[in-house]
């Protein structure tokens, strides 16, 4: 049934403690769960009703004695419990399969080992319990397992009794100091080691943190450690957030649904997310353990400390969270520019996959109003646009003026679950002269109202008298149930570039001088700003850093945006100019009436200008590959009211050649200067570096494929051969497989031969296969040929992902196929996952969202696929939810 976030009340009883024994078998797991309980005196008396999913009921006593119960649906329901407040005493024995949950929610196996993971709802397939966020108690947790099997046993919080049982058993007994809703609960049980480091907190508190891996992967866990190192310091150091526990640990399992888990004390993560070294691990996979650590751990205040009060809170915690671990990674950039390039990846997030969901059948508000299931919300809308809206409040306030926020937040909150109304009002609060504390009831429409805002610019210059005006109108496009929207709020960053000097020029608004850039907050639906003392005709620079979550229109000439390239001082939008230029080639190309594509999309001063951005001499590595990289399929198509996804790839395609062949020598040249970058270290600029060599190469192999000459495929194969680190080693098969050249197939079965125990490194074998370019309809046979073999598991999420989703949801040119095959493959792979994984399937059918704005043939076929898994009446909720908003009008 759908849940309304209206329909909320405060639970009719409160759980203060728990008290867990667990007889772990794969098998069958005995739980014995002792609760103190008392009944909420604010809620009138009621029975008493307790989740629970695929658990088998053995006996259920109050106060030590046999009481009656009954079922409802999942619930289990007891009316005859002791009346008044006082507590009294609940104990619910339960059976449960873990080898047999392929859902992977709640407790299950993973290479012998036992995992939980129970946000948001799977701690009720552990033990019937109040499952919800608002229901925080004290946990004590007693784990007994065969020793030899399972001789480590973690669950939250501190470690008080361990000790050897009969007929080689073992026990040990965790005690959580801090209360916690259920869905922070975990316990991990096997054959794991840790790697451990002790730190001493500013406070001069003593703290034990590990990382436990399976036997074989300690020496991929220094980076990790690393990372949550980096990250205690930071939280300390910007929010004054310390460190509450006497030890932390993170435990990788292969798997996983999501990322990571920010179990109180016991951070559970995907393996992805923890295992590196420079041998099987790209500098992008550097990157993101370091921010996945980051986020984890930042849960521990932003989550754990202050929760949600219920499910449709959930960017209380997550947008936040978001934000503090981007904030981390620019924090641990040594350069400016580095800081930049960071944003601009966040931001390419975004645009590429949260404005889509905003746009399509699953829109949501980042506070939502209702769900079918909540699994389906954890989305970019919750988690990345949610992030923006915190990001929103910090430009309203000043980090300083945020940073009293957060500290009046915990003042407030600390131990509570609460809302996102909470949240905003105590950052409001805490800054009563800022715009936020001026504008909060408007600026919380970012909560309420789905949708991505459209500004509308255009700039007069009267040379005259020296002024300059952009005249401003917002707007915002109906989403499924919300057809009328209210103004946003929106920080507008701005500058001007003169467009014959090239200059940044002063700014002067109502006679005062405001330096270089300037912030406007909208709140109309119609606004101008005028400044003064502009000496030259000036070219702005609107949305500086992207201070809002927008789409900007505004009319820019190719000369405009060519001055922007070359001299804006905001990275951002200097990147965005060269984007801008790129995407109207593309829309041009695709809307010309040609049957056959352009070879030249690009036209002479677009490609001269991205060679004097590749030569620029003290442009970074990084920056430079961002902005030779040409605007996604996927971003390209979100431009357009009718898609034909072959044309976009066409096109795009041509547009990749043109640059790989009309910059050949500075490709060359590129690949020269950047090839050897001395040492391993991943940091930002050296992986900038590689990034450019890699980019090089790929444009090289591919400008090589087509002219029938080897030379450079040949040394690309030789780099893979040698490379002494799997990021240039990865880029160089990359650039012979997306090339499509013929030494593609011998690098690639060296590369599985090489790796072939590596089960991370397997997962980028396969998805680079599954997401490679298509030409003329091959990869879709590959892809089943991938599904065939025998290092393919569909059972294992990363797998799944590495050779589905890479394929359904990552490459477009490959899966719209005229003759509407790739889309009876989806469907069939819906159906097959929903019956293993119900999470994973809902998320690979979220791939066709965008049906709706196929041209024909791709429209009705893609409505075809989607009724096909409509019409089956055993779908889960999670994927039942997705294909019916996808179908609905
Ligand atoms: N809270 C986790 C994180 O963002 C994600 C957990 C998602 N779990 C789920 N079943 N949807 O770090
Ligand atoms: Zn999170």
Redesign the pocket.
Known sequence: AVIHRGDYTAPAFWIDTVDLSFDLDPSKTRVLNKMTLRRNPDVQAQPLRLDGEELNLARVLVNGQGTSFKMDGNQLVLENLPEGTEPFALEIFTTCVPVKNTKL?GLYVSNDSFFT?C??EGFRRITYFLDRPDVMAMYTVTLRADKAKFPVLLSNGNLVDSGDLEDGRHFAKWVDPHKKPSYLFALVAGQLVAREQRITSRAGKDHLLQVFVRPGDLDKTEHAMNSLMASVAWDEARFGLPLDLERFMIVATSDF??????NKGLNIFNTKYVLANQATATDVDYANIESVVG??YF?NWTGNRITCRDWFQLSLK?GLTVFRDQEFSQDLCAEPSARAVKRIEDVRVLRTAQFPEDAGPMAHPVRPDSYLEI?NF?TVTIYEKGAELVRMMQTLTSRAGFAKGMTLYFERFDGQAVTCDDFAQAIADANPGSALAALLPQFKRWYSQAGTPRVAARGEYDAAAQTYTLHFSQSCAATPGQPVKEPFVIPVSLGLIGAASGAALPLSVDGQAVGGSHLLVLTDAQQSITFQNVAEAPVPSILRGFSAPVVLDFDYSDAQLLALLANDTDAFNRWEAGQRLALRSAINSIASSANSTSATPLNDAYIAAMRAVLRHPTLDAAFKELVLTLPSETYIAEQLDVVDPQRIHAVREAMRLQLATALHADWEWAFAVHENNGGYRPDPVSSGRRALAGMALNFLCLAATQNGDSVWPGKTLQRFKDAGNMTDRFNALQALVNSGHALAGQALARFHALFKDEALVLDKWFALQAGTSDRGGQVLPAVRQLMAHPDFNLKNPNRARSVIFSFCSANPGGFHRADAAGYVFWADRVIELDAINP?VAARLARALDRWKKLAEPYRSAAREALARVAAKTDLSNDVREVVDRALAD
């Not at 649904?257 to 920010?262: L, P, R, S, T």
């Open positions: 929610m993971q946000e948001a649904n999501m990322g990571a888990m920010e986020h984890e849960h997550e699994n954890y999470q």
